[in-house]
């Protein structure tokens, strides 16, 4: 029972983990474009 | 196609020549297969029985390491000496150049995978219970596997930060079915306990595919260095 | 198009609520293995996306190598990169789901060796990627990509050929699906296409900003800063 609970808990850490990467990436992103402006 | 052979053969000669004068790659080699194969002797130890269950997995273990540094320093020397450039721009075919390499390093891995056999039957007591002349082909089946892709994506590493290790981890997945191959063709043949033909009929689909897609491929990577 | 994205992001979270709820309680429970094999609706749509998204960047290397057209390129990667993602999650889901029903938690069946030796190539693949300083890289990794996908059907088949030497317990077995069953999974499946999608156009995005960006910064170091002459 509890490896069910594990299984879909895993799946959303990892998804999670990926867009949160994603989101970081995005705002260092943000941050060369405003040094850019400059 | 004409130009193939001859420019293959050219090539090939120049790098056996190169390496006999200097000996320096080929003496750091055998060392090196030595010593792979007394640290397996020391890792694993079992009786003659045993011994013959495991010896496939181990001896290919043992040949794919000693490949793996000997692929490494395929393109070592064009590097150094910016020969690459020379060939990009020369009329010779690119797939001359690949087929020599592998061609060199297949001769190569093959001399080491001599030099180690002997002493892994006799550190091991390995006695073939199965034809052992069908060992010959998947030795050369699968020495070839492991050569082509190797010499092909020791190309691709060239550019890459840490190239020595992107050459493993390129080659390690990739190879994966010939190296099942490999492994269960010499351990059907040692154990005698099934037949090896499948193996050796996968080998060689493997083989034909890959240096297909090699010789393919292989003048689009050479110009995208 | 930029109302587009947070639109499509609520859809796939009502739509993902909606295929949790039916995996957890609208499911019937399985006879044999009880309430873990609902792991299942997890499972498969998760290995199918990541099959698809391969798949699709196996298109887009090959039409790179033909074309040279620097969207392919940038569909390739991402493609690659999410579906490494939901390889991970069919890696990890599966001997979760393994341990309890067949007591291992890992076997040499073919469809579980298959998925870890694709997901090894594409973790090779994103290596390349990231490692690689040549100027055609993209190049490079579309070749890999070419050789990846003339492997699998290799895999593949040495692993039959190892199975049918050395049988072994056959995991997550064949048979009919129950009707219900099945709508679940295909629901499932829906849902996690959606996530797939709505995560590839972020990457995507992000991969074209990315670029603009270095371009930007190439075209800044090329221009005499003021005062320098």
Redesign the interface.
């Known amino acids: 029972?509890n490896?069910?609970y594990?299984?879909?808990t895993?799946?959303w850490i990892?998804?999670i983990t990926?867009?949160a990467s994603?989101f970081r990436?995005?705002k260092r992103?943000r941050k060369?474009?405003e040094e850019?402006k400059k | 196609m004409s130009v193939l052979v001859p420019i293959t053969r050219a090539t090939l000669a120049k790098d056996l020549r190169l390496e006999w004068r200097s000996k320096d790659a080929i003496n750091a080699m055998l060392f090196f297969a030595l010593l792979v194969v007394v640290v397996f002797s020391f890792s694993f130890d079992p009786d003659a029985e045993e011994s013959r269950q495991i010896a496939g997995g181990l001896v290919w273990v043992a040949f794919l390491f000693a490949a793996v540094v000997a692929l490494n320093q395929t393109w070592a020397r064009e590097l150094r000496n910016q020969v690459l450039d020379a060939y990009r721009v020369s009329p010779a075919p690119a797939n001359s150049l690949f087929l020599a390499k592998a061609l060199g390093n297949f001769i190569f891995v093959g001399v080491l995978e001599a030099l180690m056999t002997p002493l892994f039957i006799m550190f091991y007591k390995l006695r073939a219970l199965g034809p052992a002349w069908q060992l010959f082909p998947v030795a050369i089946l699968g020495t070839w596997a492991l050569v082509v892709n190797g010499t092909f994506f020791a190309a691709i590493s060239l550019r890459t930060r840490s190239r020595e290790i992107m050459l493993p981890l390129l080659l390690f997945p990739i190879s994966i079915p010939a190296i099942l191959g490999m492994v269960n063709a010499t351990t059907a043949i040692l154990t005698g306990e099934l037949s090896a033909r499948f193996w050796i009929v996968l080998l060689a689909t493997y083989d034909v595919v890959f240096t297909t897609a090699c010789l393919l491929l292989f003048e689009t990577v050479l110009h995208a260095e | 198009m930029k109302r587009v994205f947070p639109i499509l992001g609520i859809l796939t979270a009502i739509l993902l609520s909606y295929a949790?709820y039916e995996a957890l309680v609208v499911a019937p429970t399985e006879q044999t293995m009880?309430?873990?094999q609902?792991?299942f609706y997890?499972?498969v749509p998760?290995a199918w996306t990541a099959f698809l998204l391969f798949l699709i960047n196996f298109i887009a290397s090959v039409v790179y190598l033909v074309r040279r057209n620097p969207v392919a390129d940038v569909i390739a990667l991402v493609t690659a990169e999410?579906g490494v993602?939901f390889c991970?999650?069919v890696l990890?889901?599966g001997p979760?789901?393994a341990?309890?029903v067949w007591g291992i938690w890992w076997t040499w069946d073919i469809r579980l060796t298959s998925t870890l030796v694709l997901w090894l190539i594409y973790i090779a693949y994103l290596m390349l990627r990231r490692f690689s300083t040549s100027g055609q890289t993209p190049v490079l990794a579309a070749a890999l990509a070419v050789f990846g996908a003339l492997d699998v059907p290799l895999v593949y088949f040495s692993i039959w050929i190892f199975r049918t030497q050395h049988p072994q317990p056959v995991i997550g077995g064949g048979g009919s699906i129950d009707p219900v069953m099945l709508h679940v999974l295909l629901i499932n499946w829906a849902a996690f296409l959606c996530?797939a999608a709505l995560?590839c156009w972020?990457?995507y995005r992000?991969e074209m900003?990315?670029r603009e960006?270095e371009q930007?910064?190439a075209q800044?170091s090329l221009v005499a800063p003021r005062g320098a002459r």
């Open positions: 029972m490896f069910l594990a299984a879909y895993a799946t990892i998804h990926y867009l994603l990436r995005y992103l060369e474009i850019l | 949790l009880g309430n873990v609902r792991i997890y499972h998760s999410v993602v991970t999650v990890v889901t979760l789901w341990r309890p996530l995560v972020s990457r992000l900003l990315q960006v930007a910064q800044e």
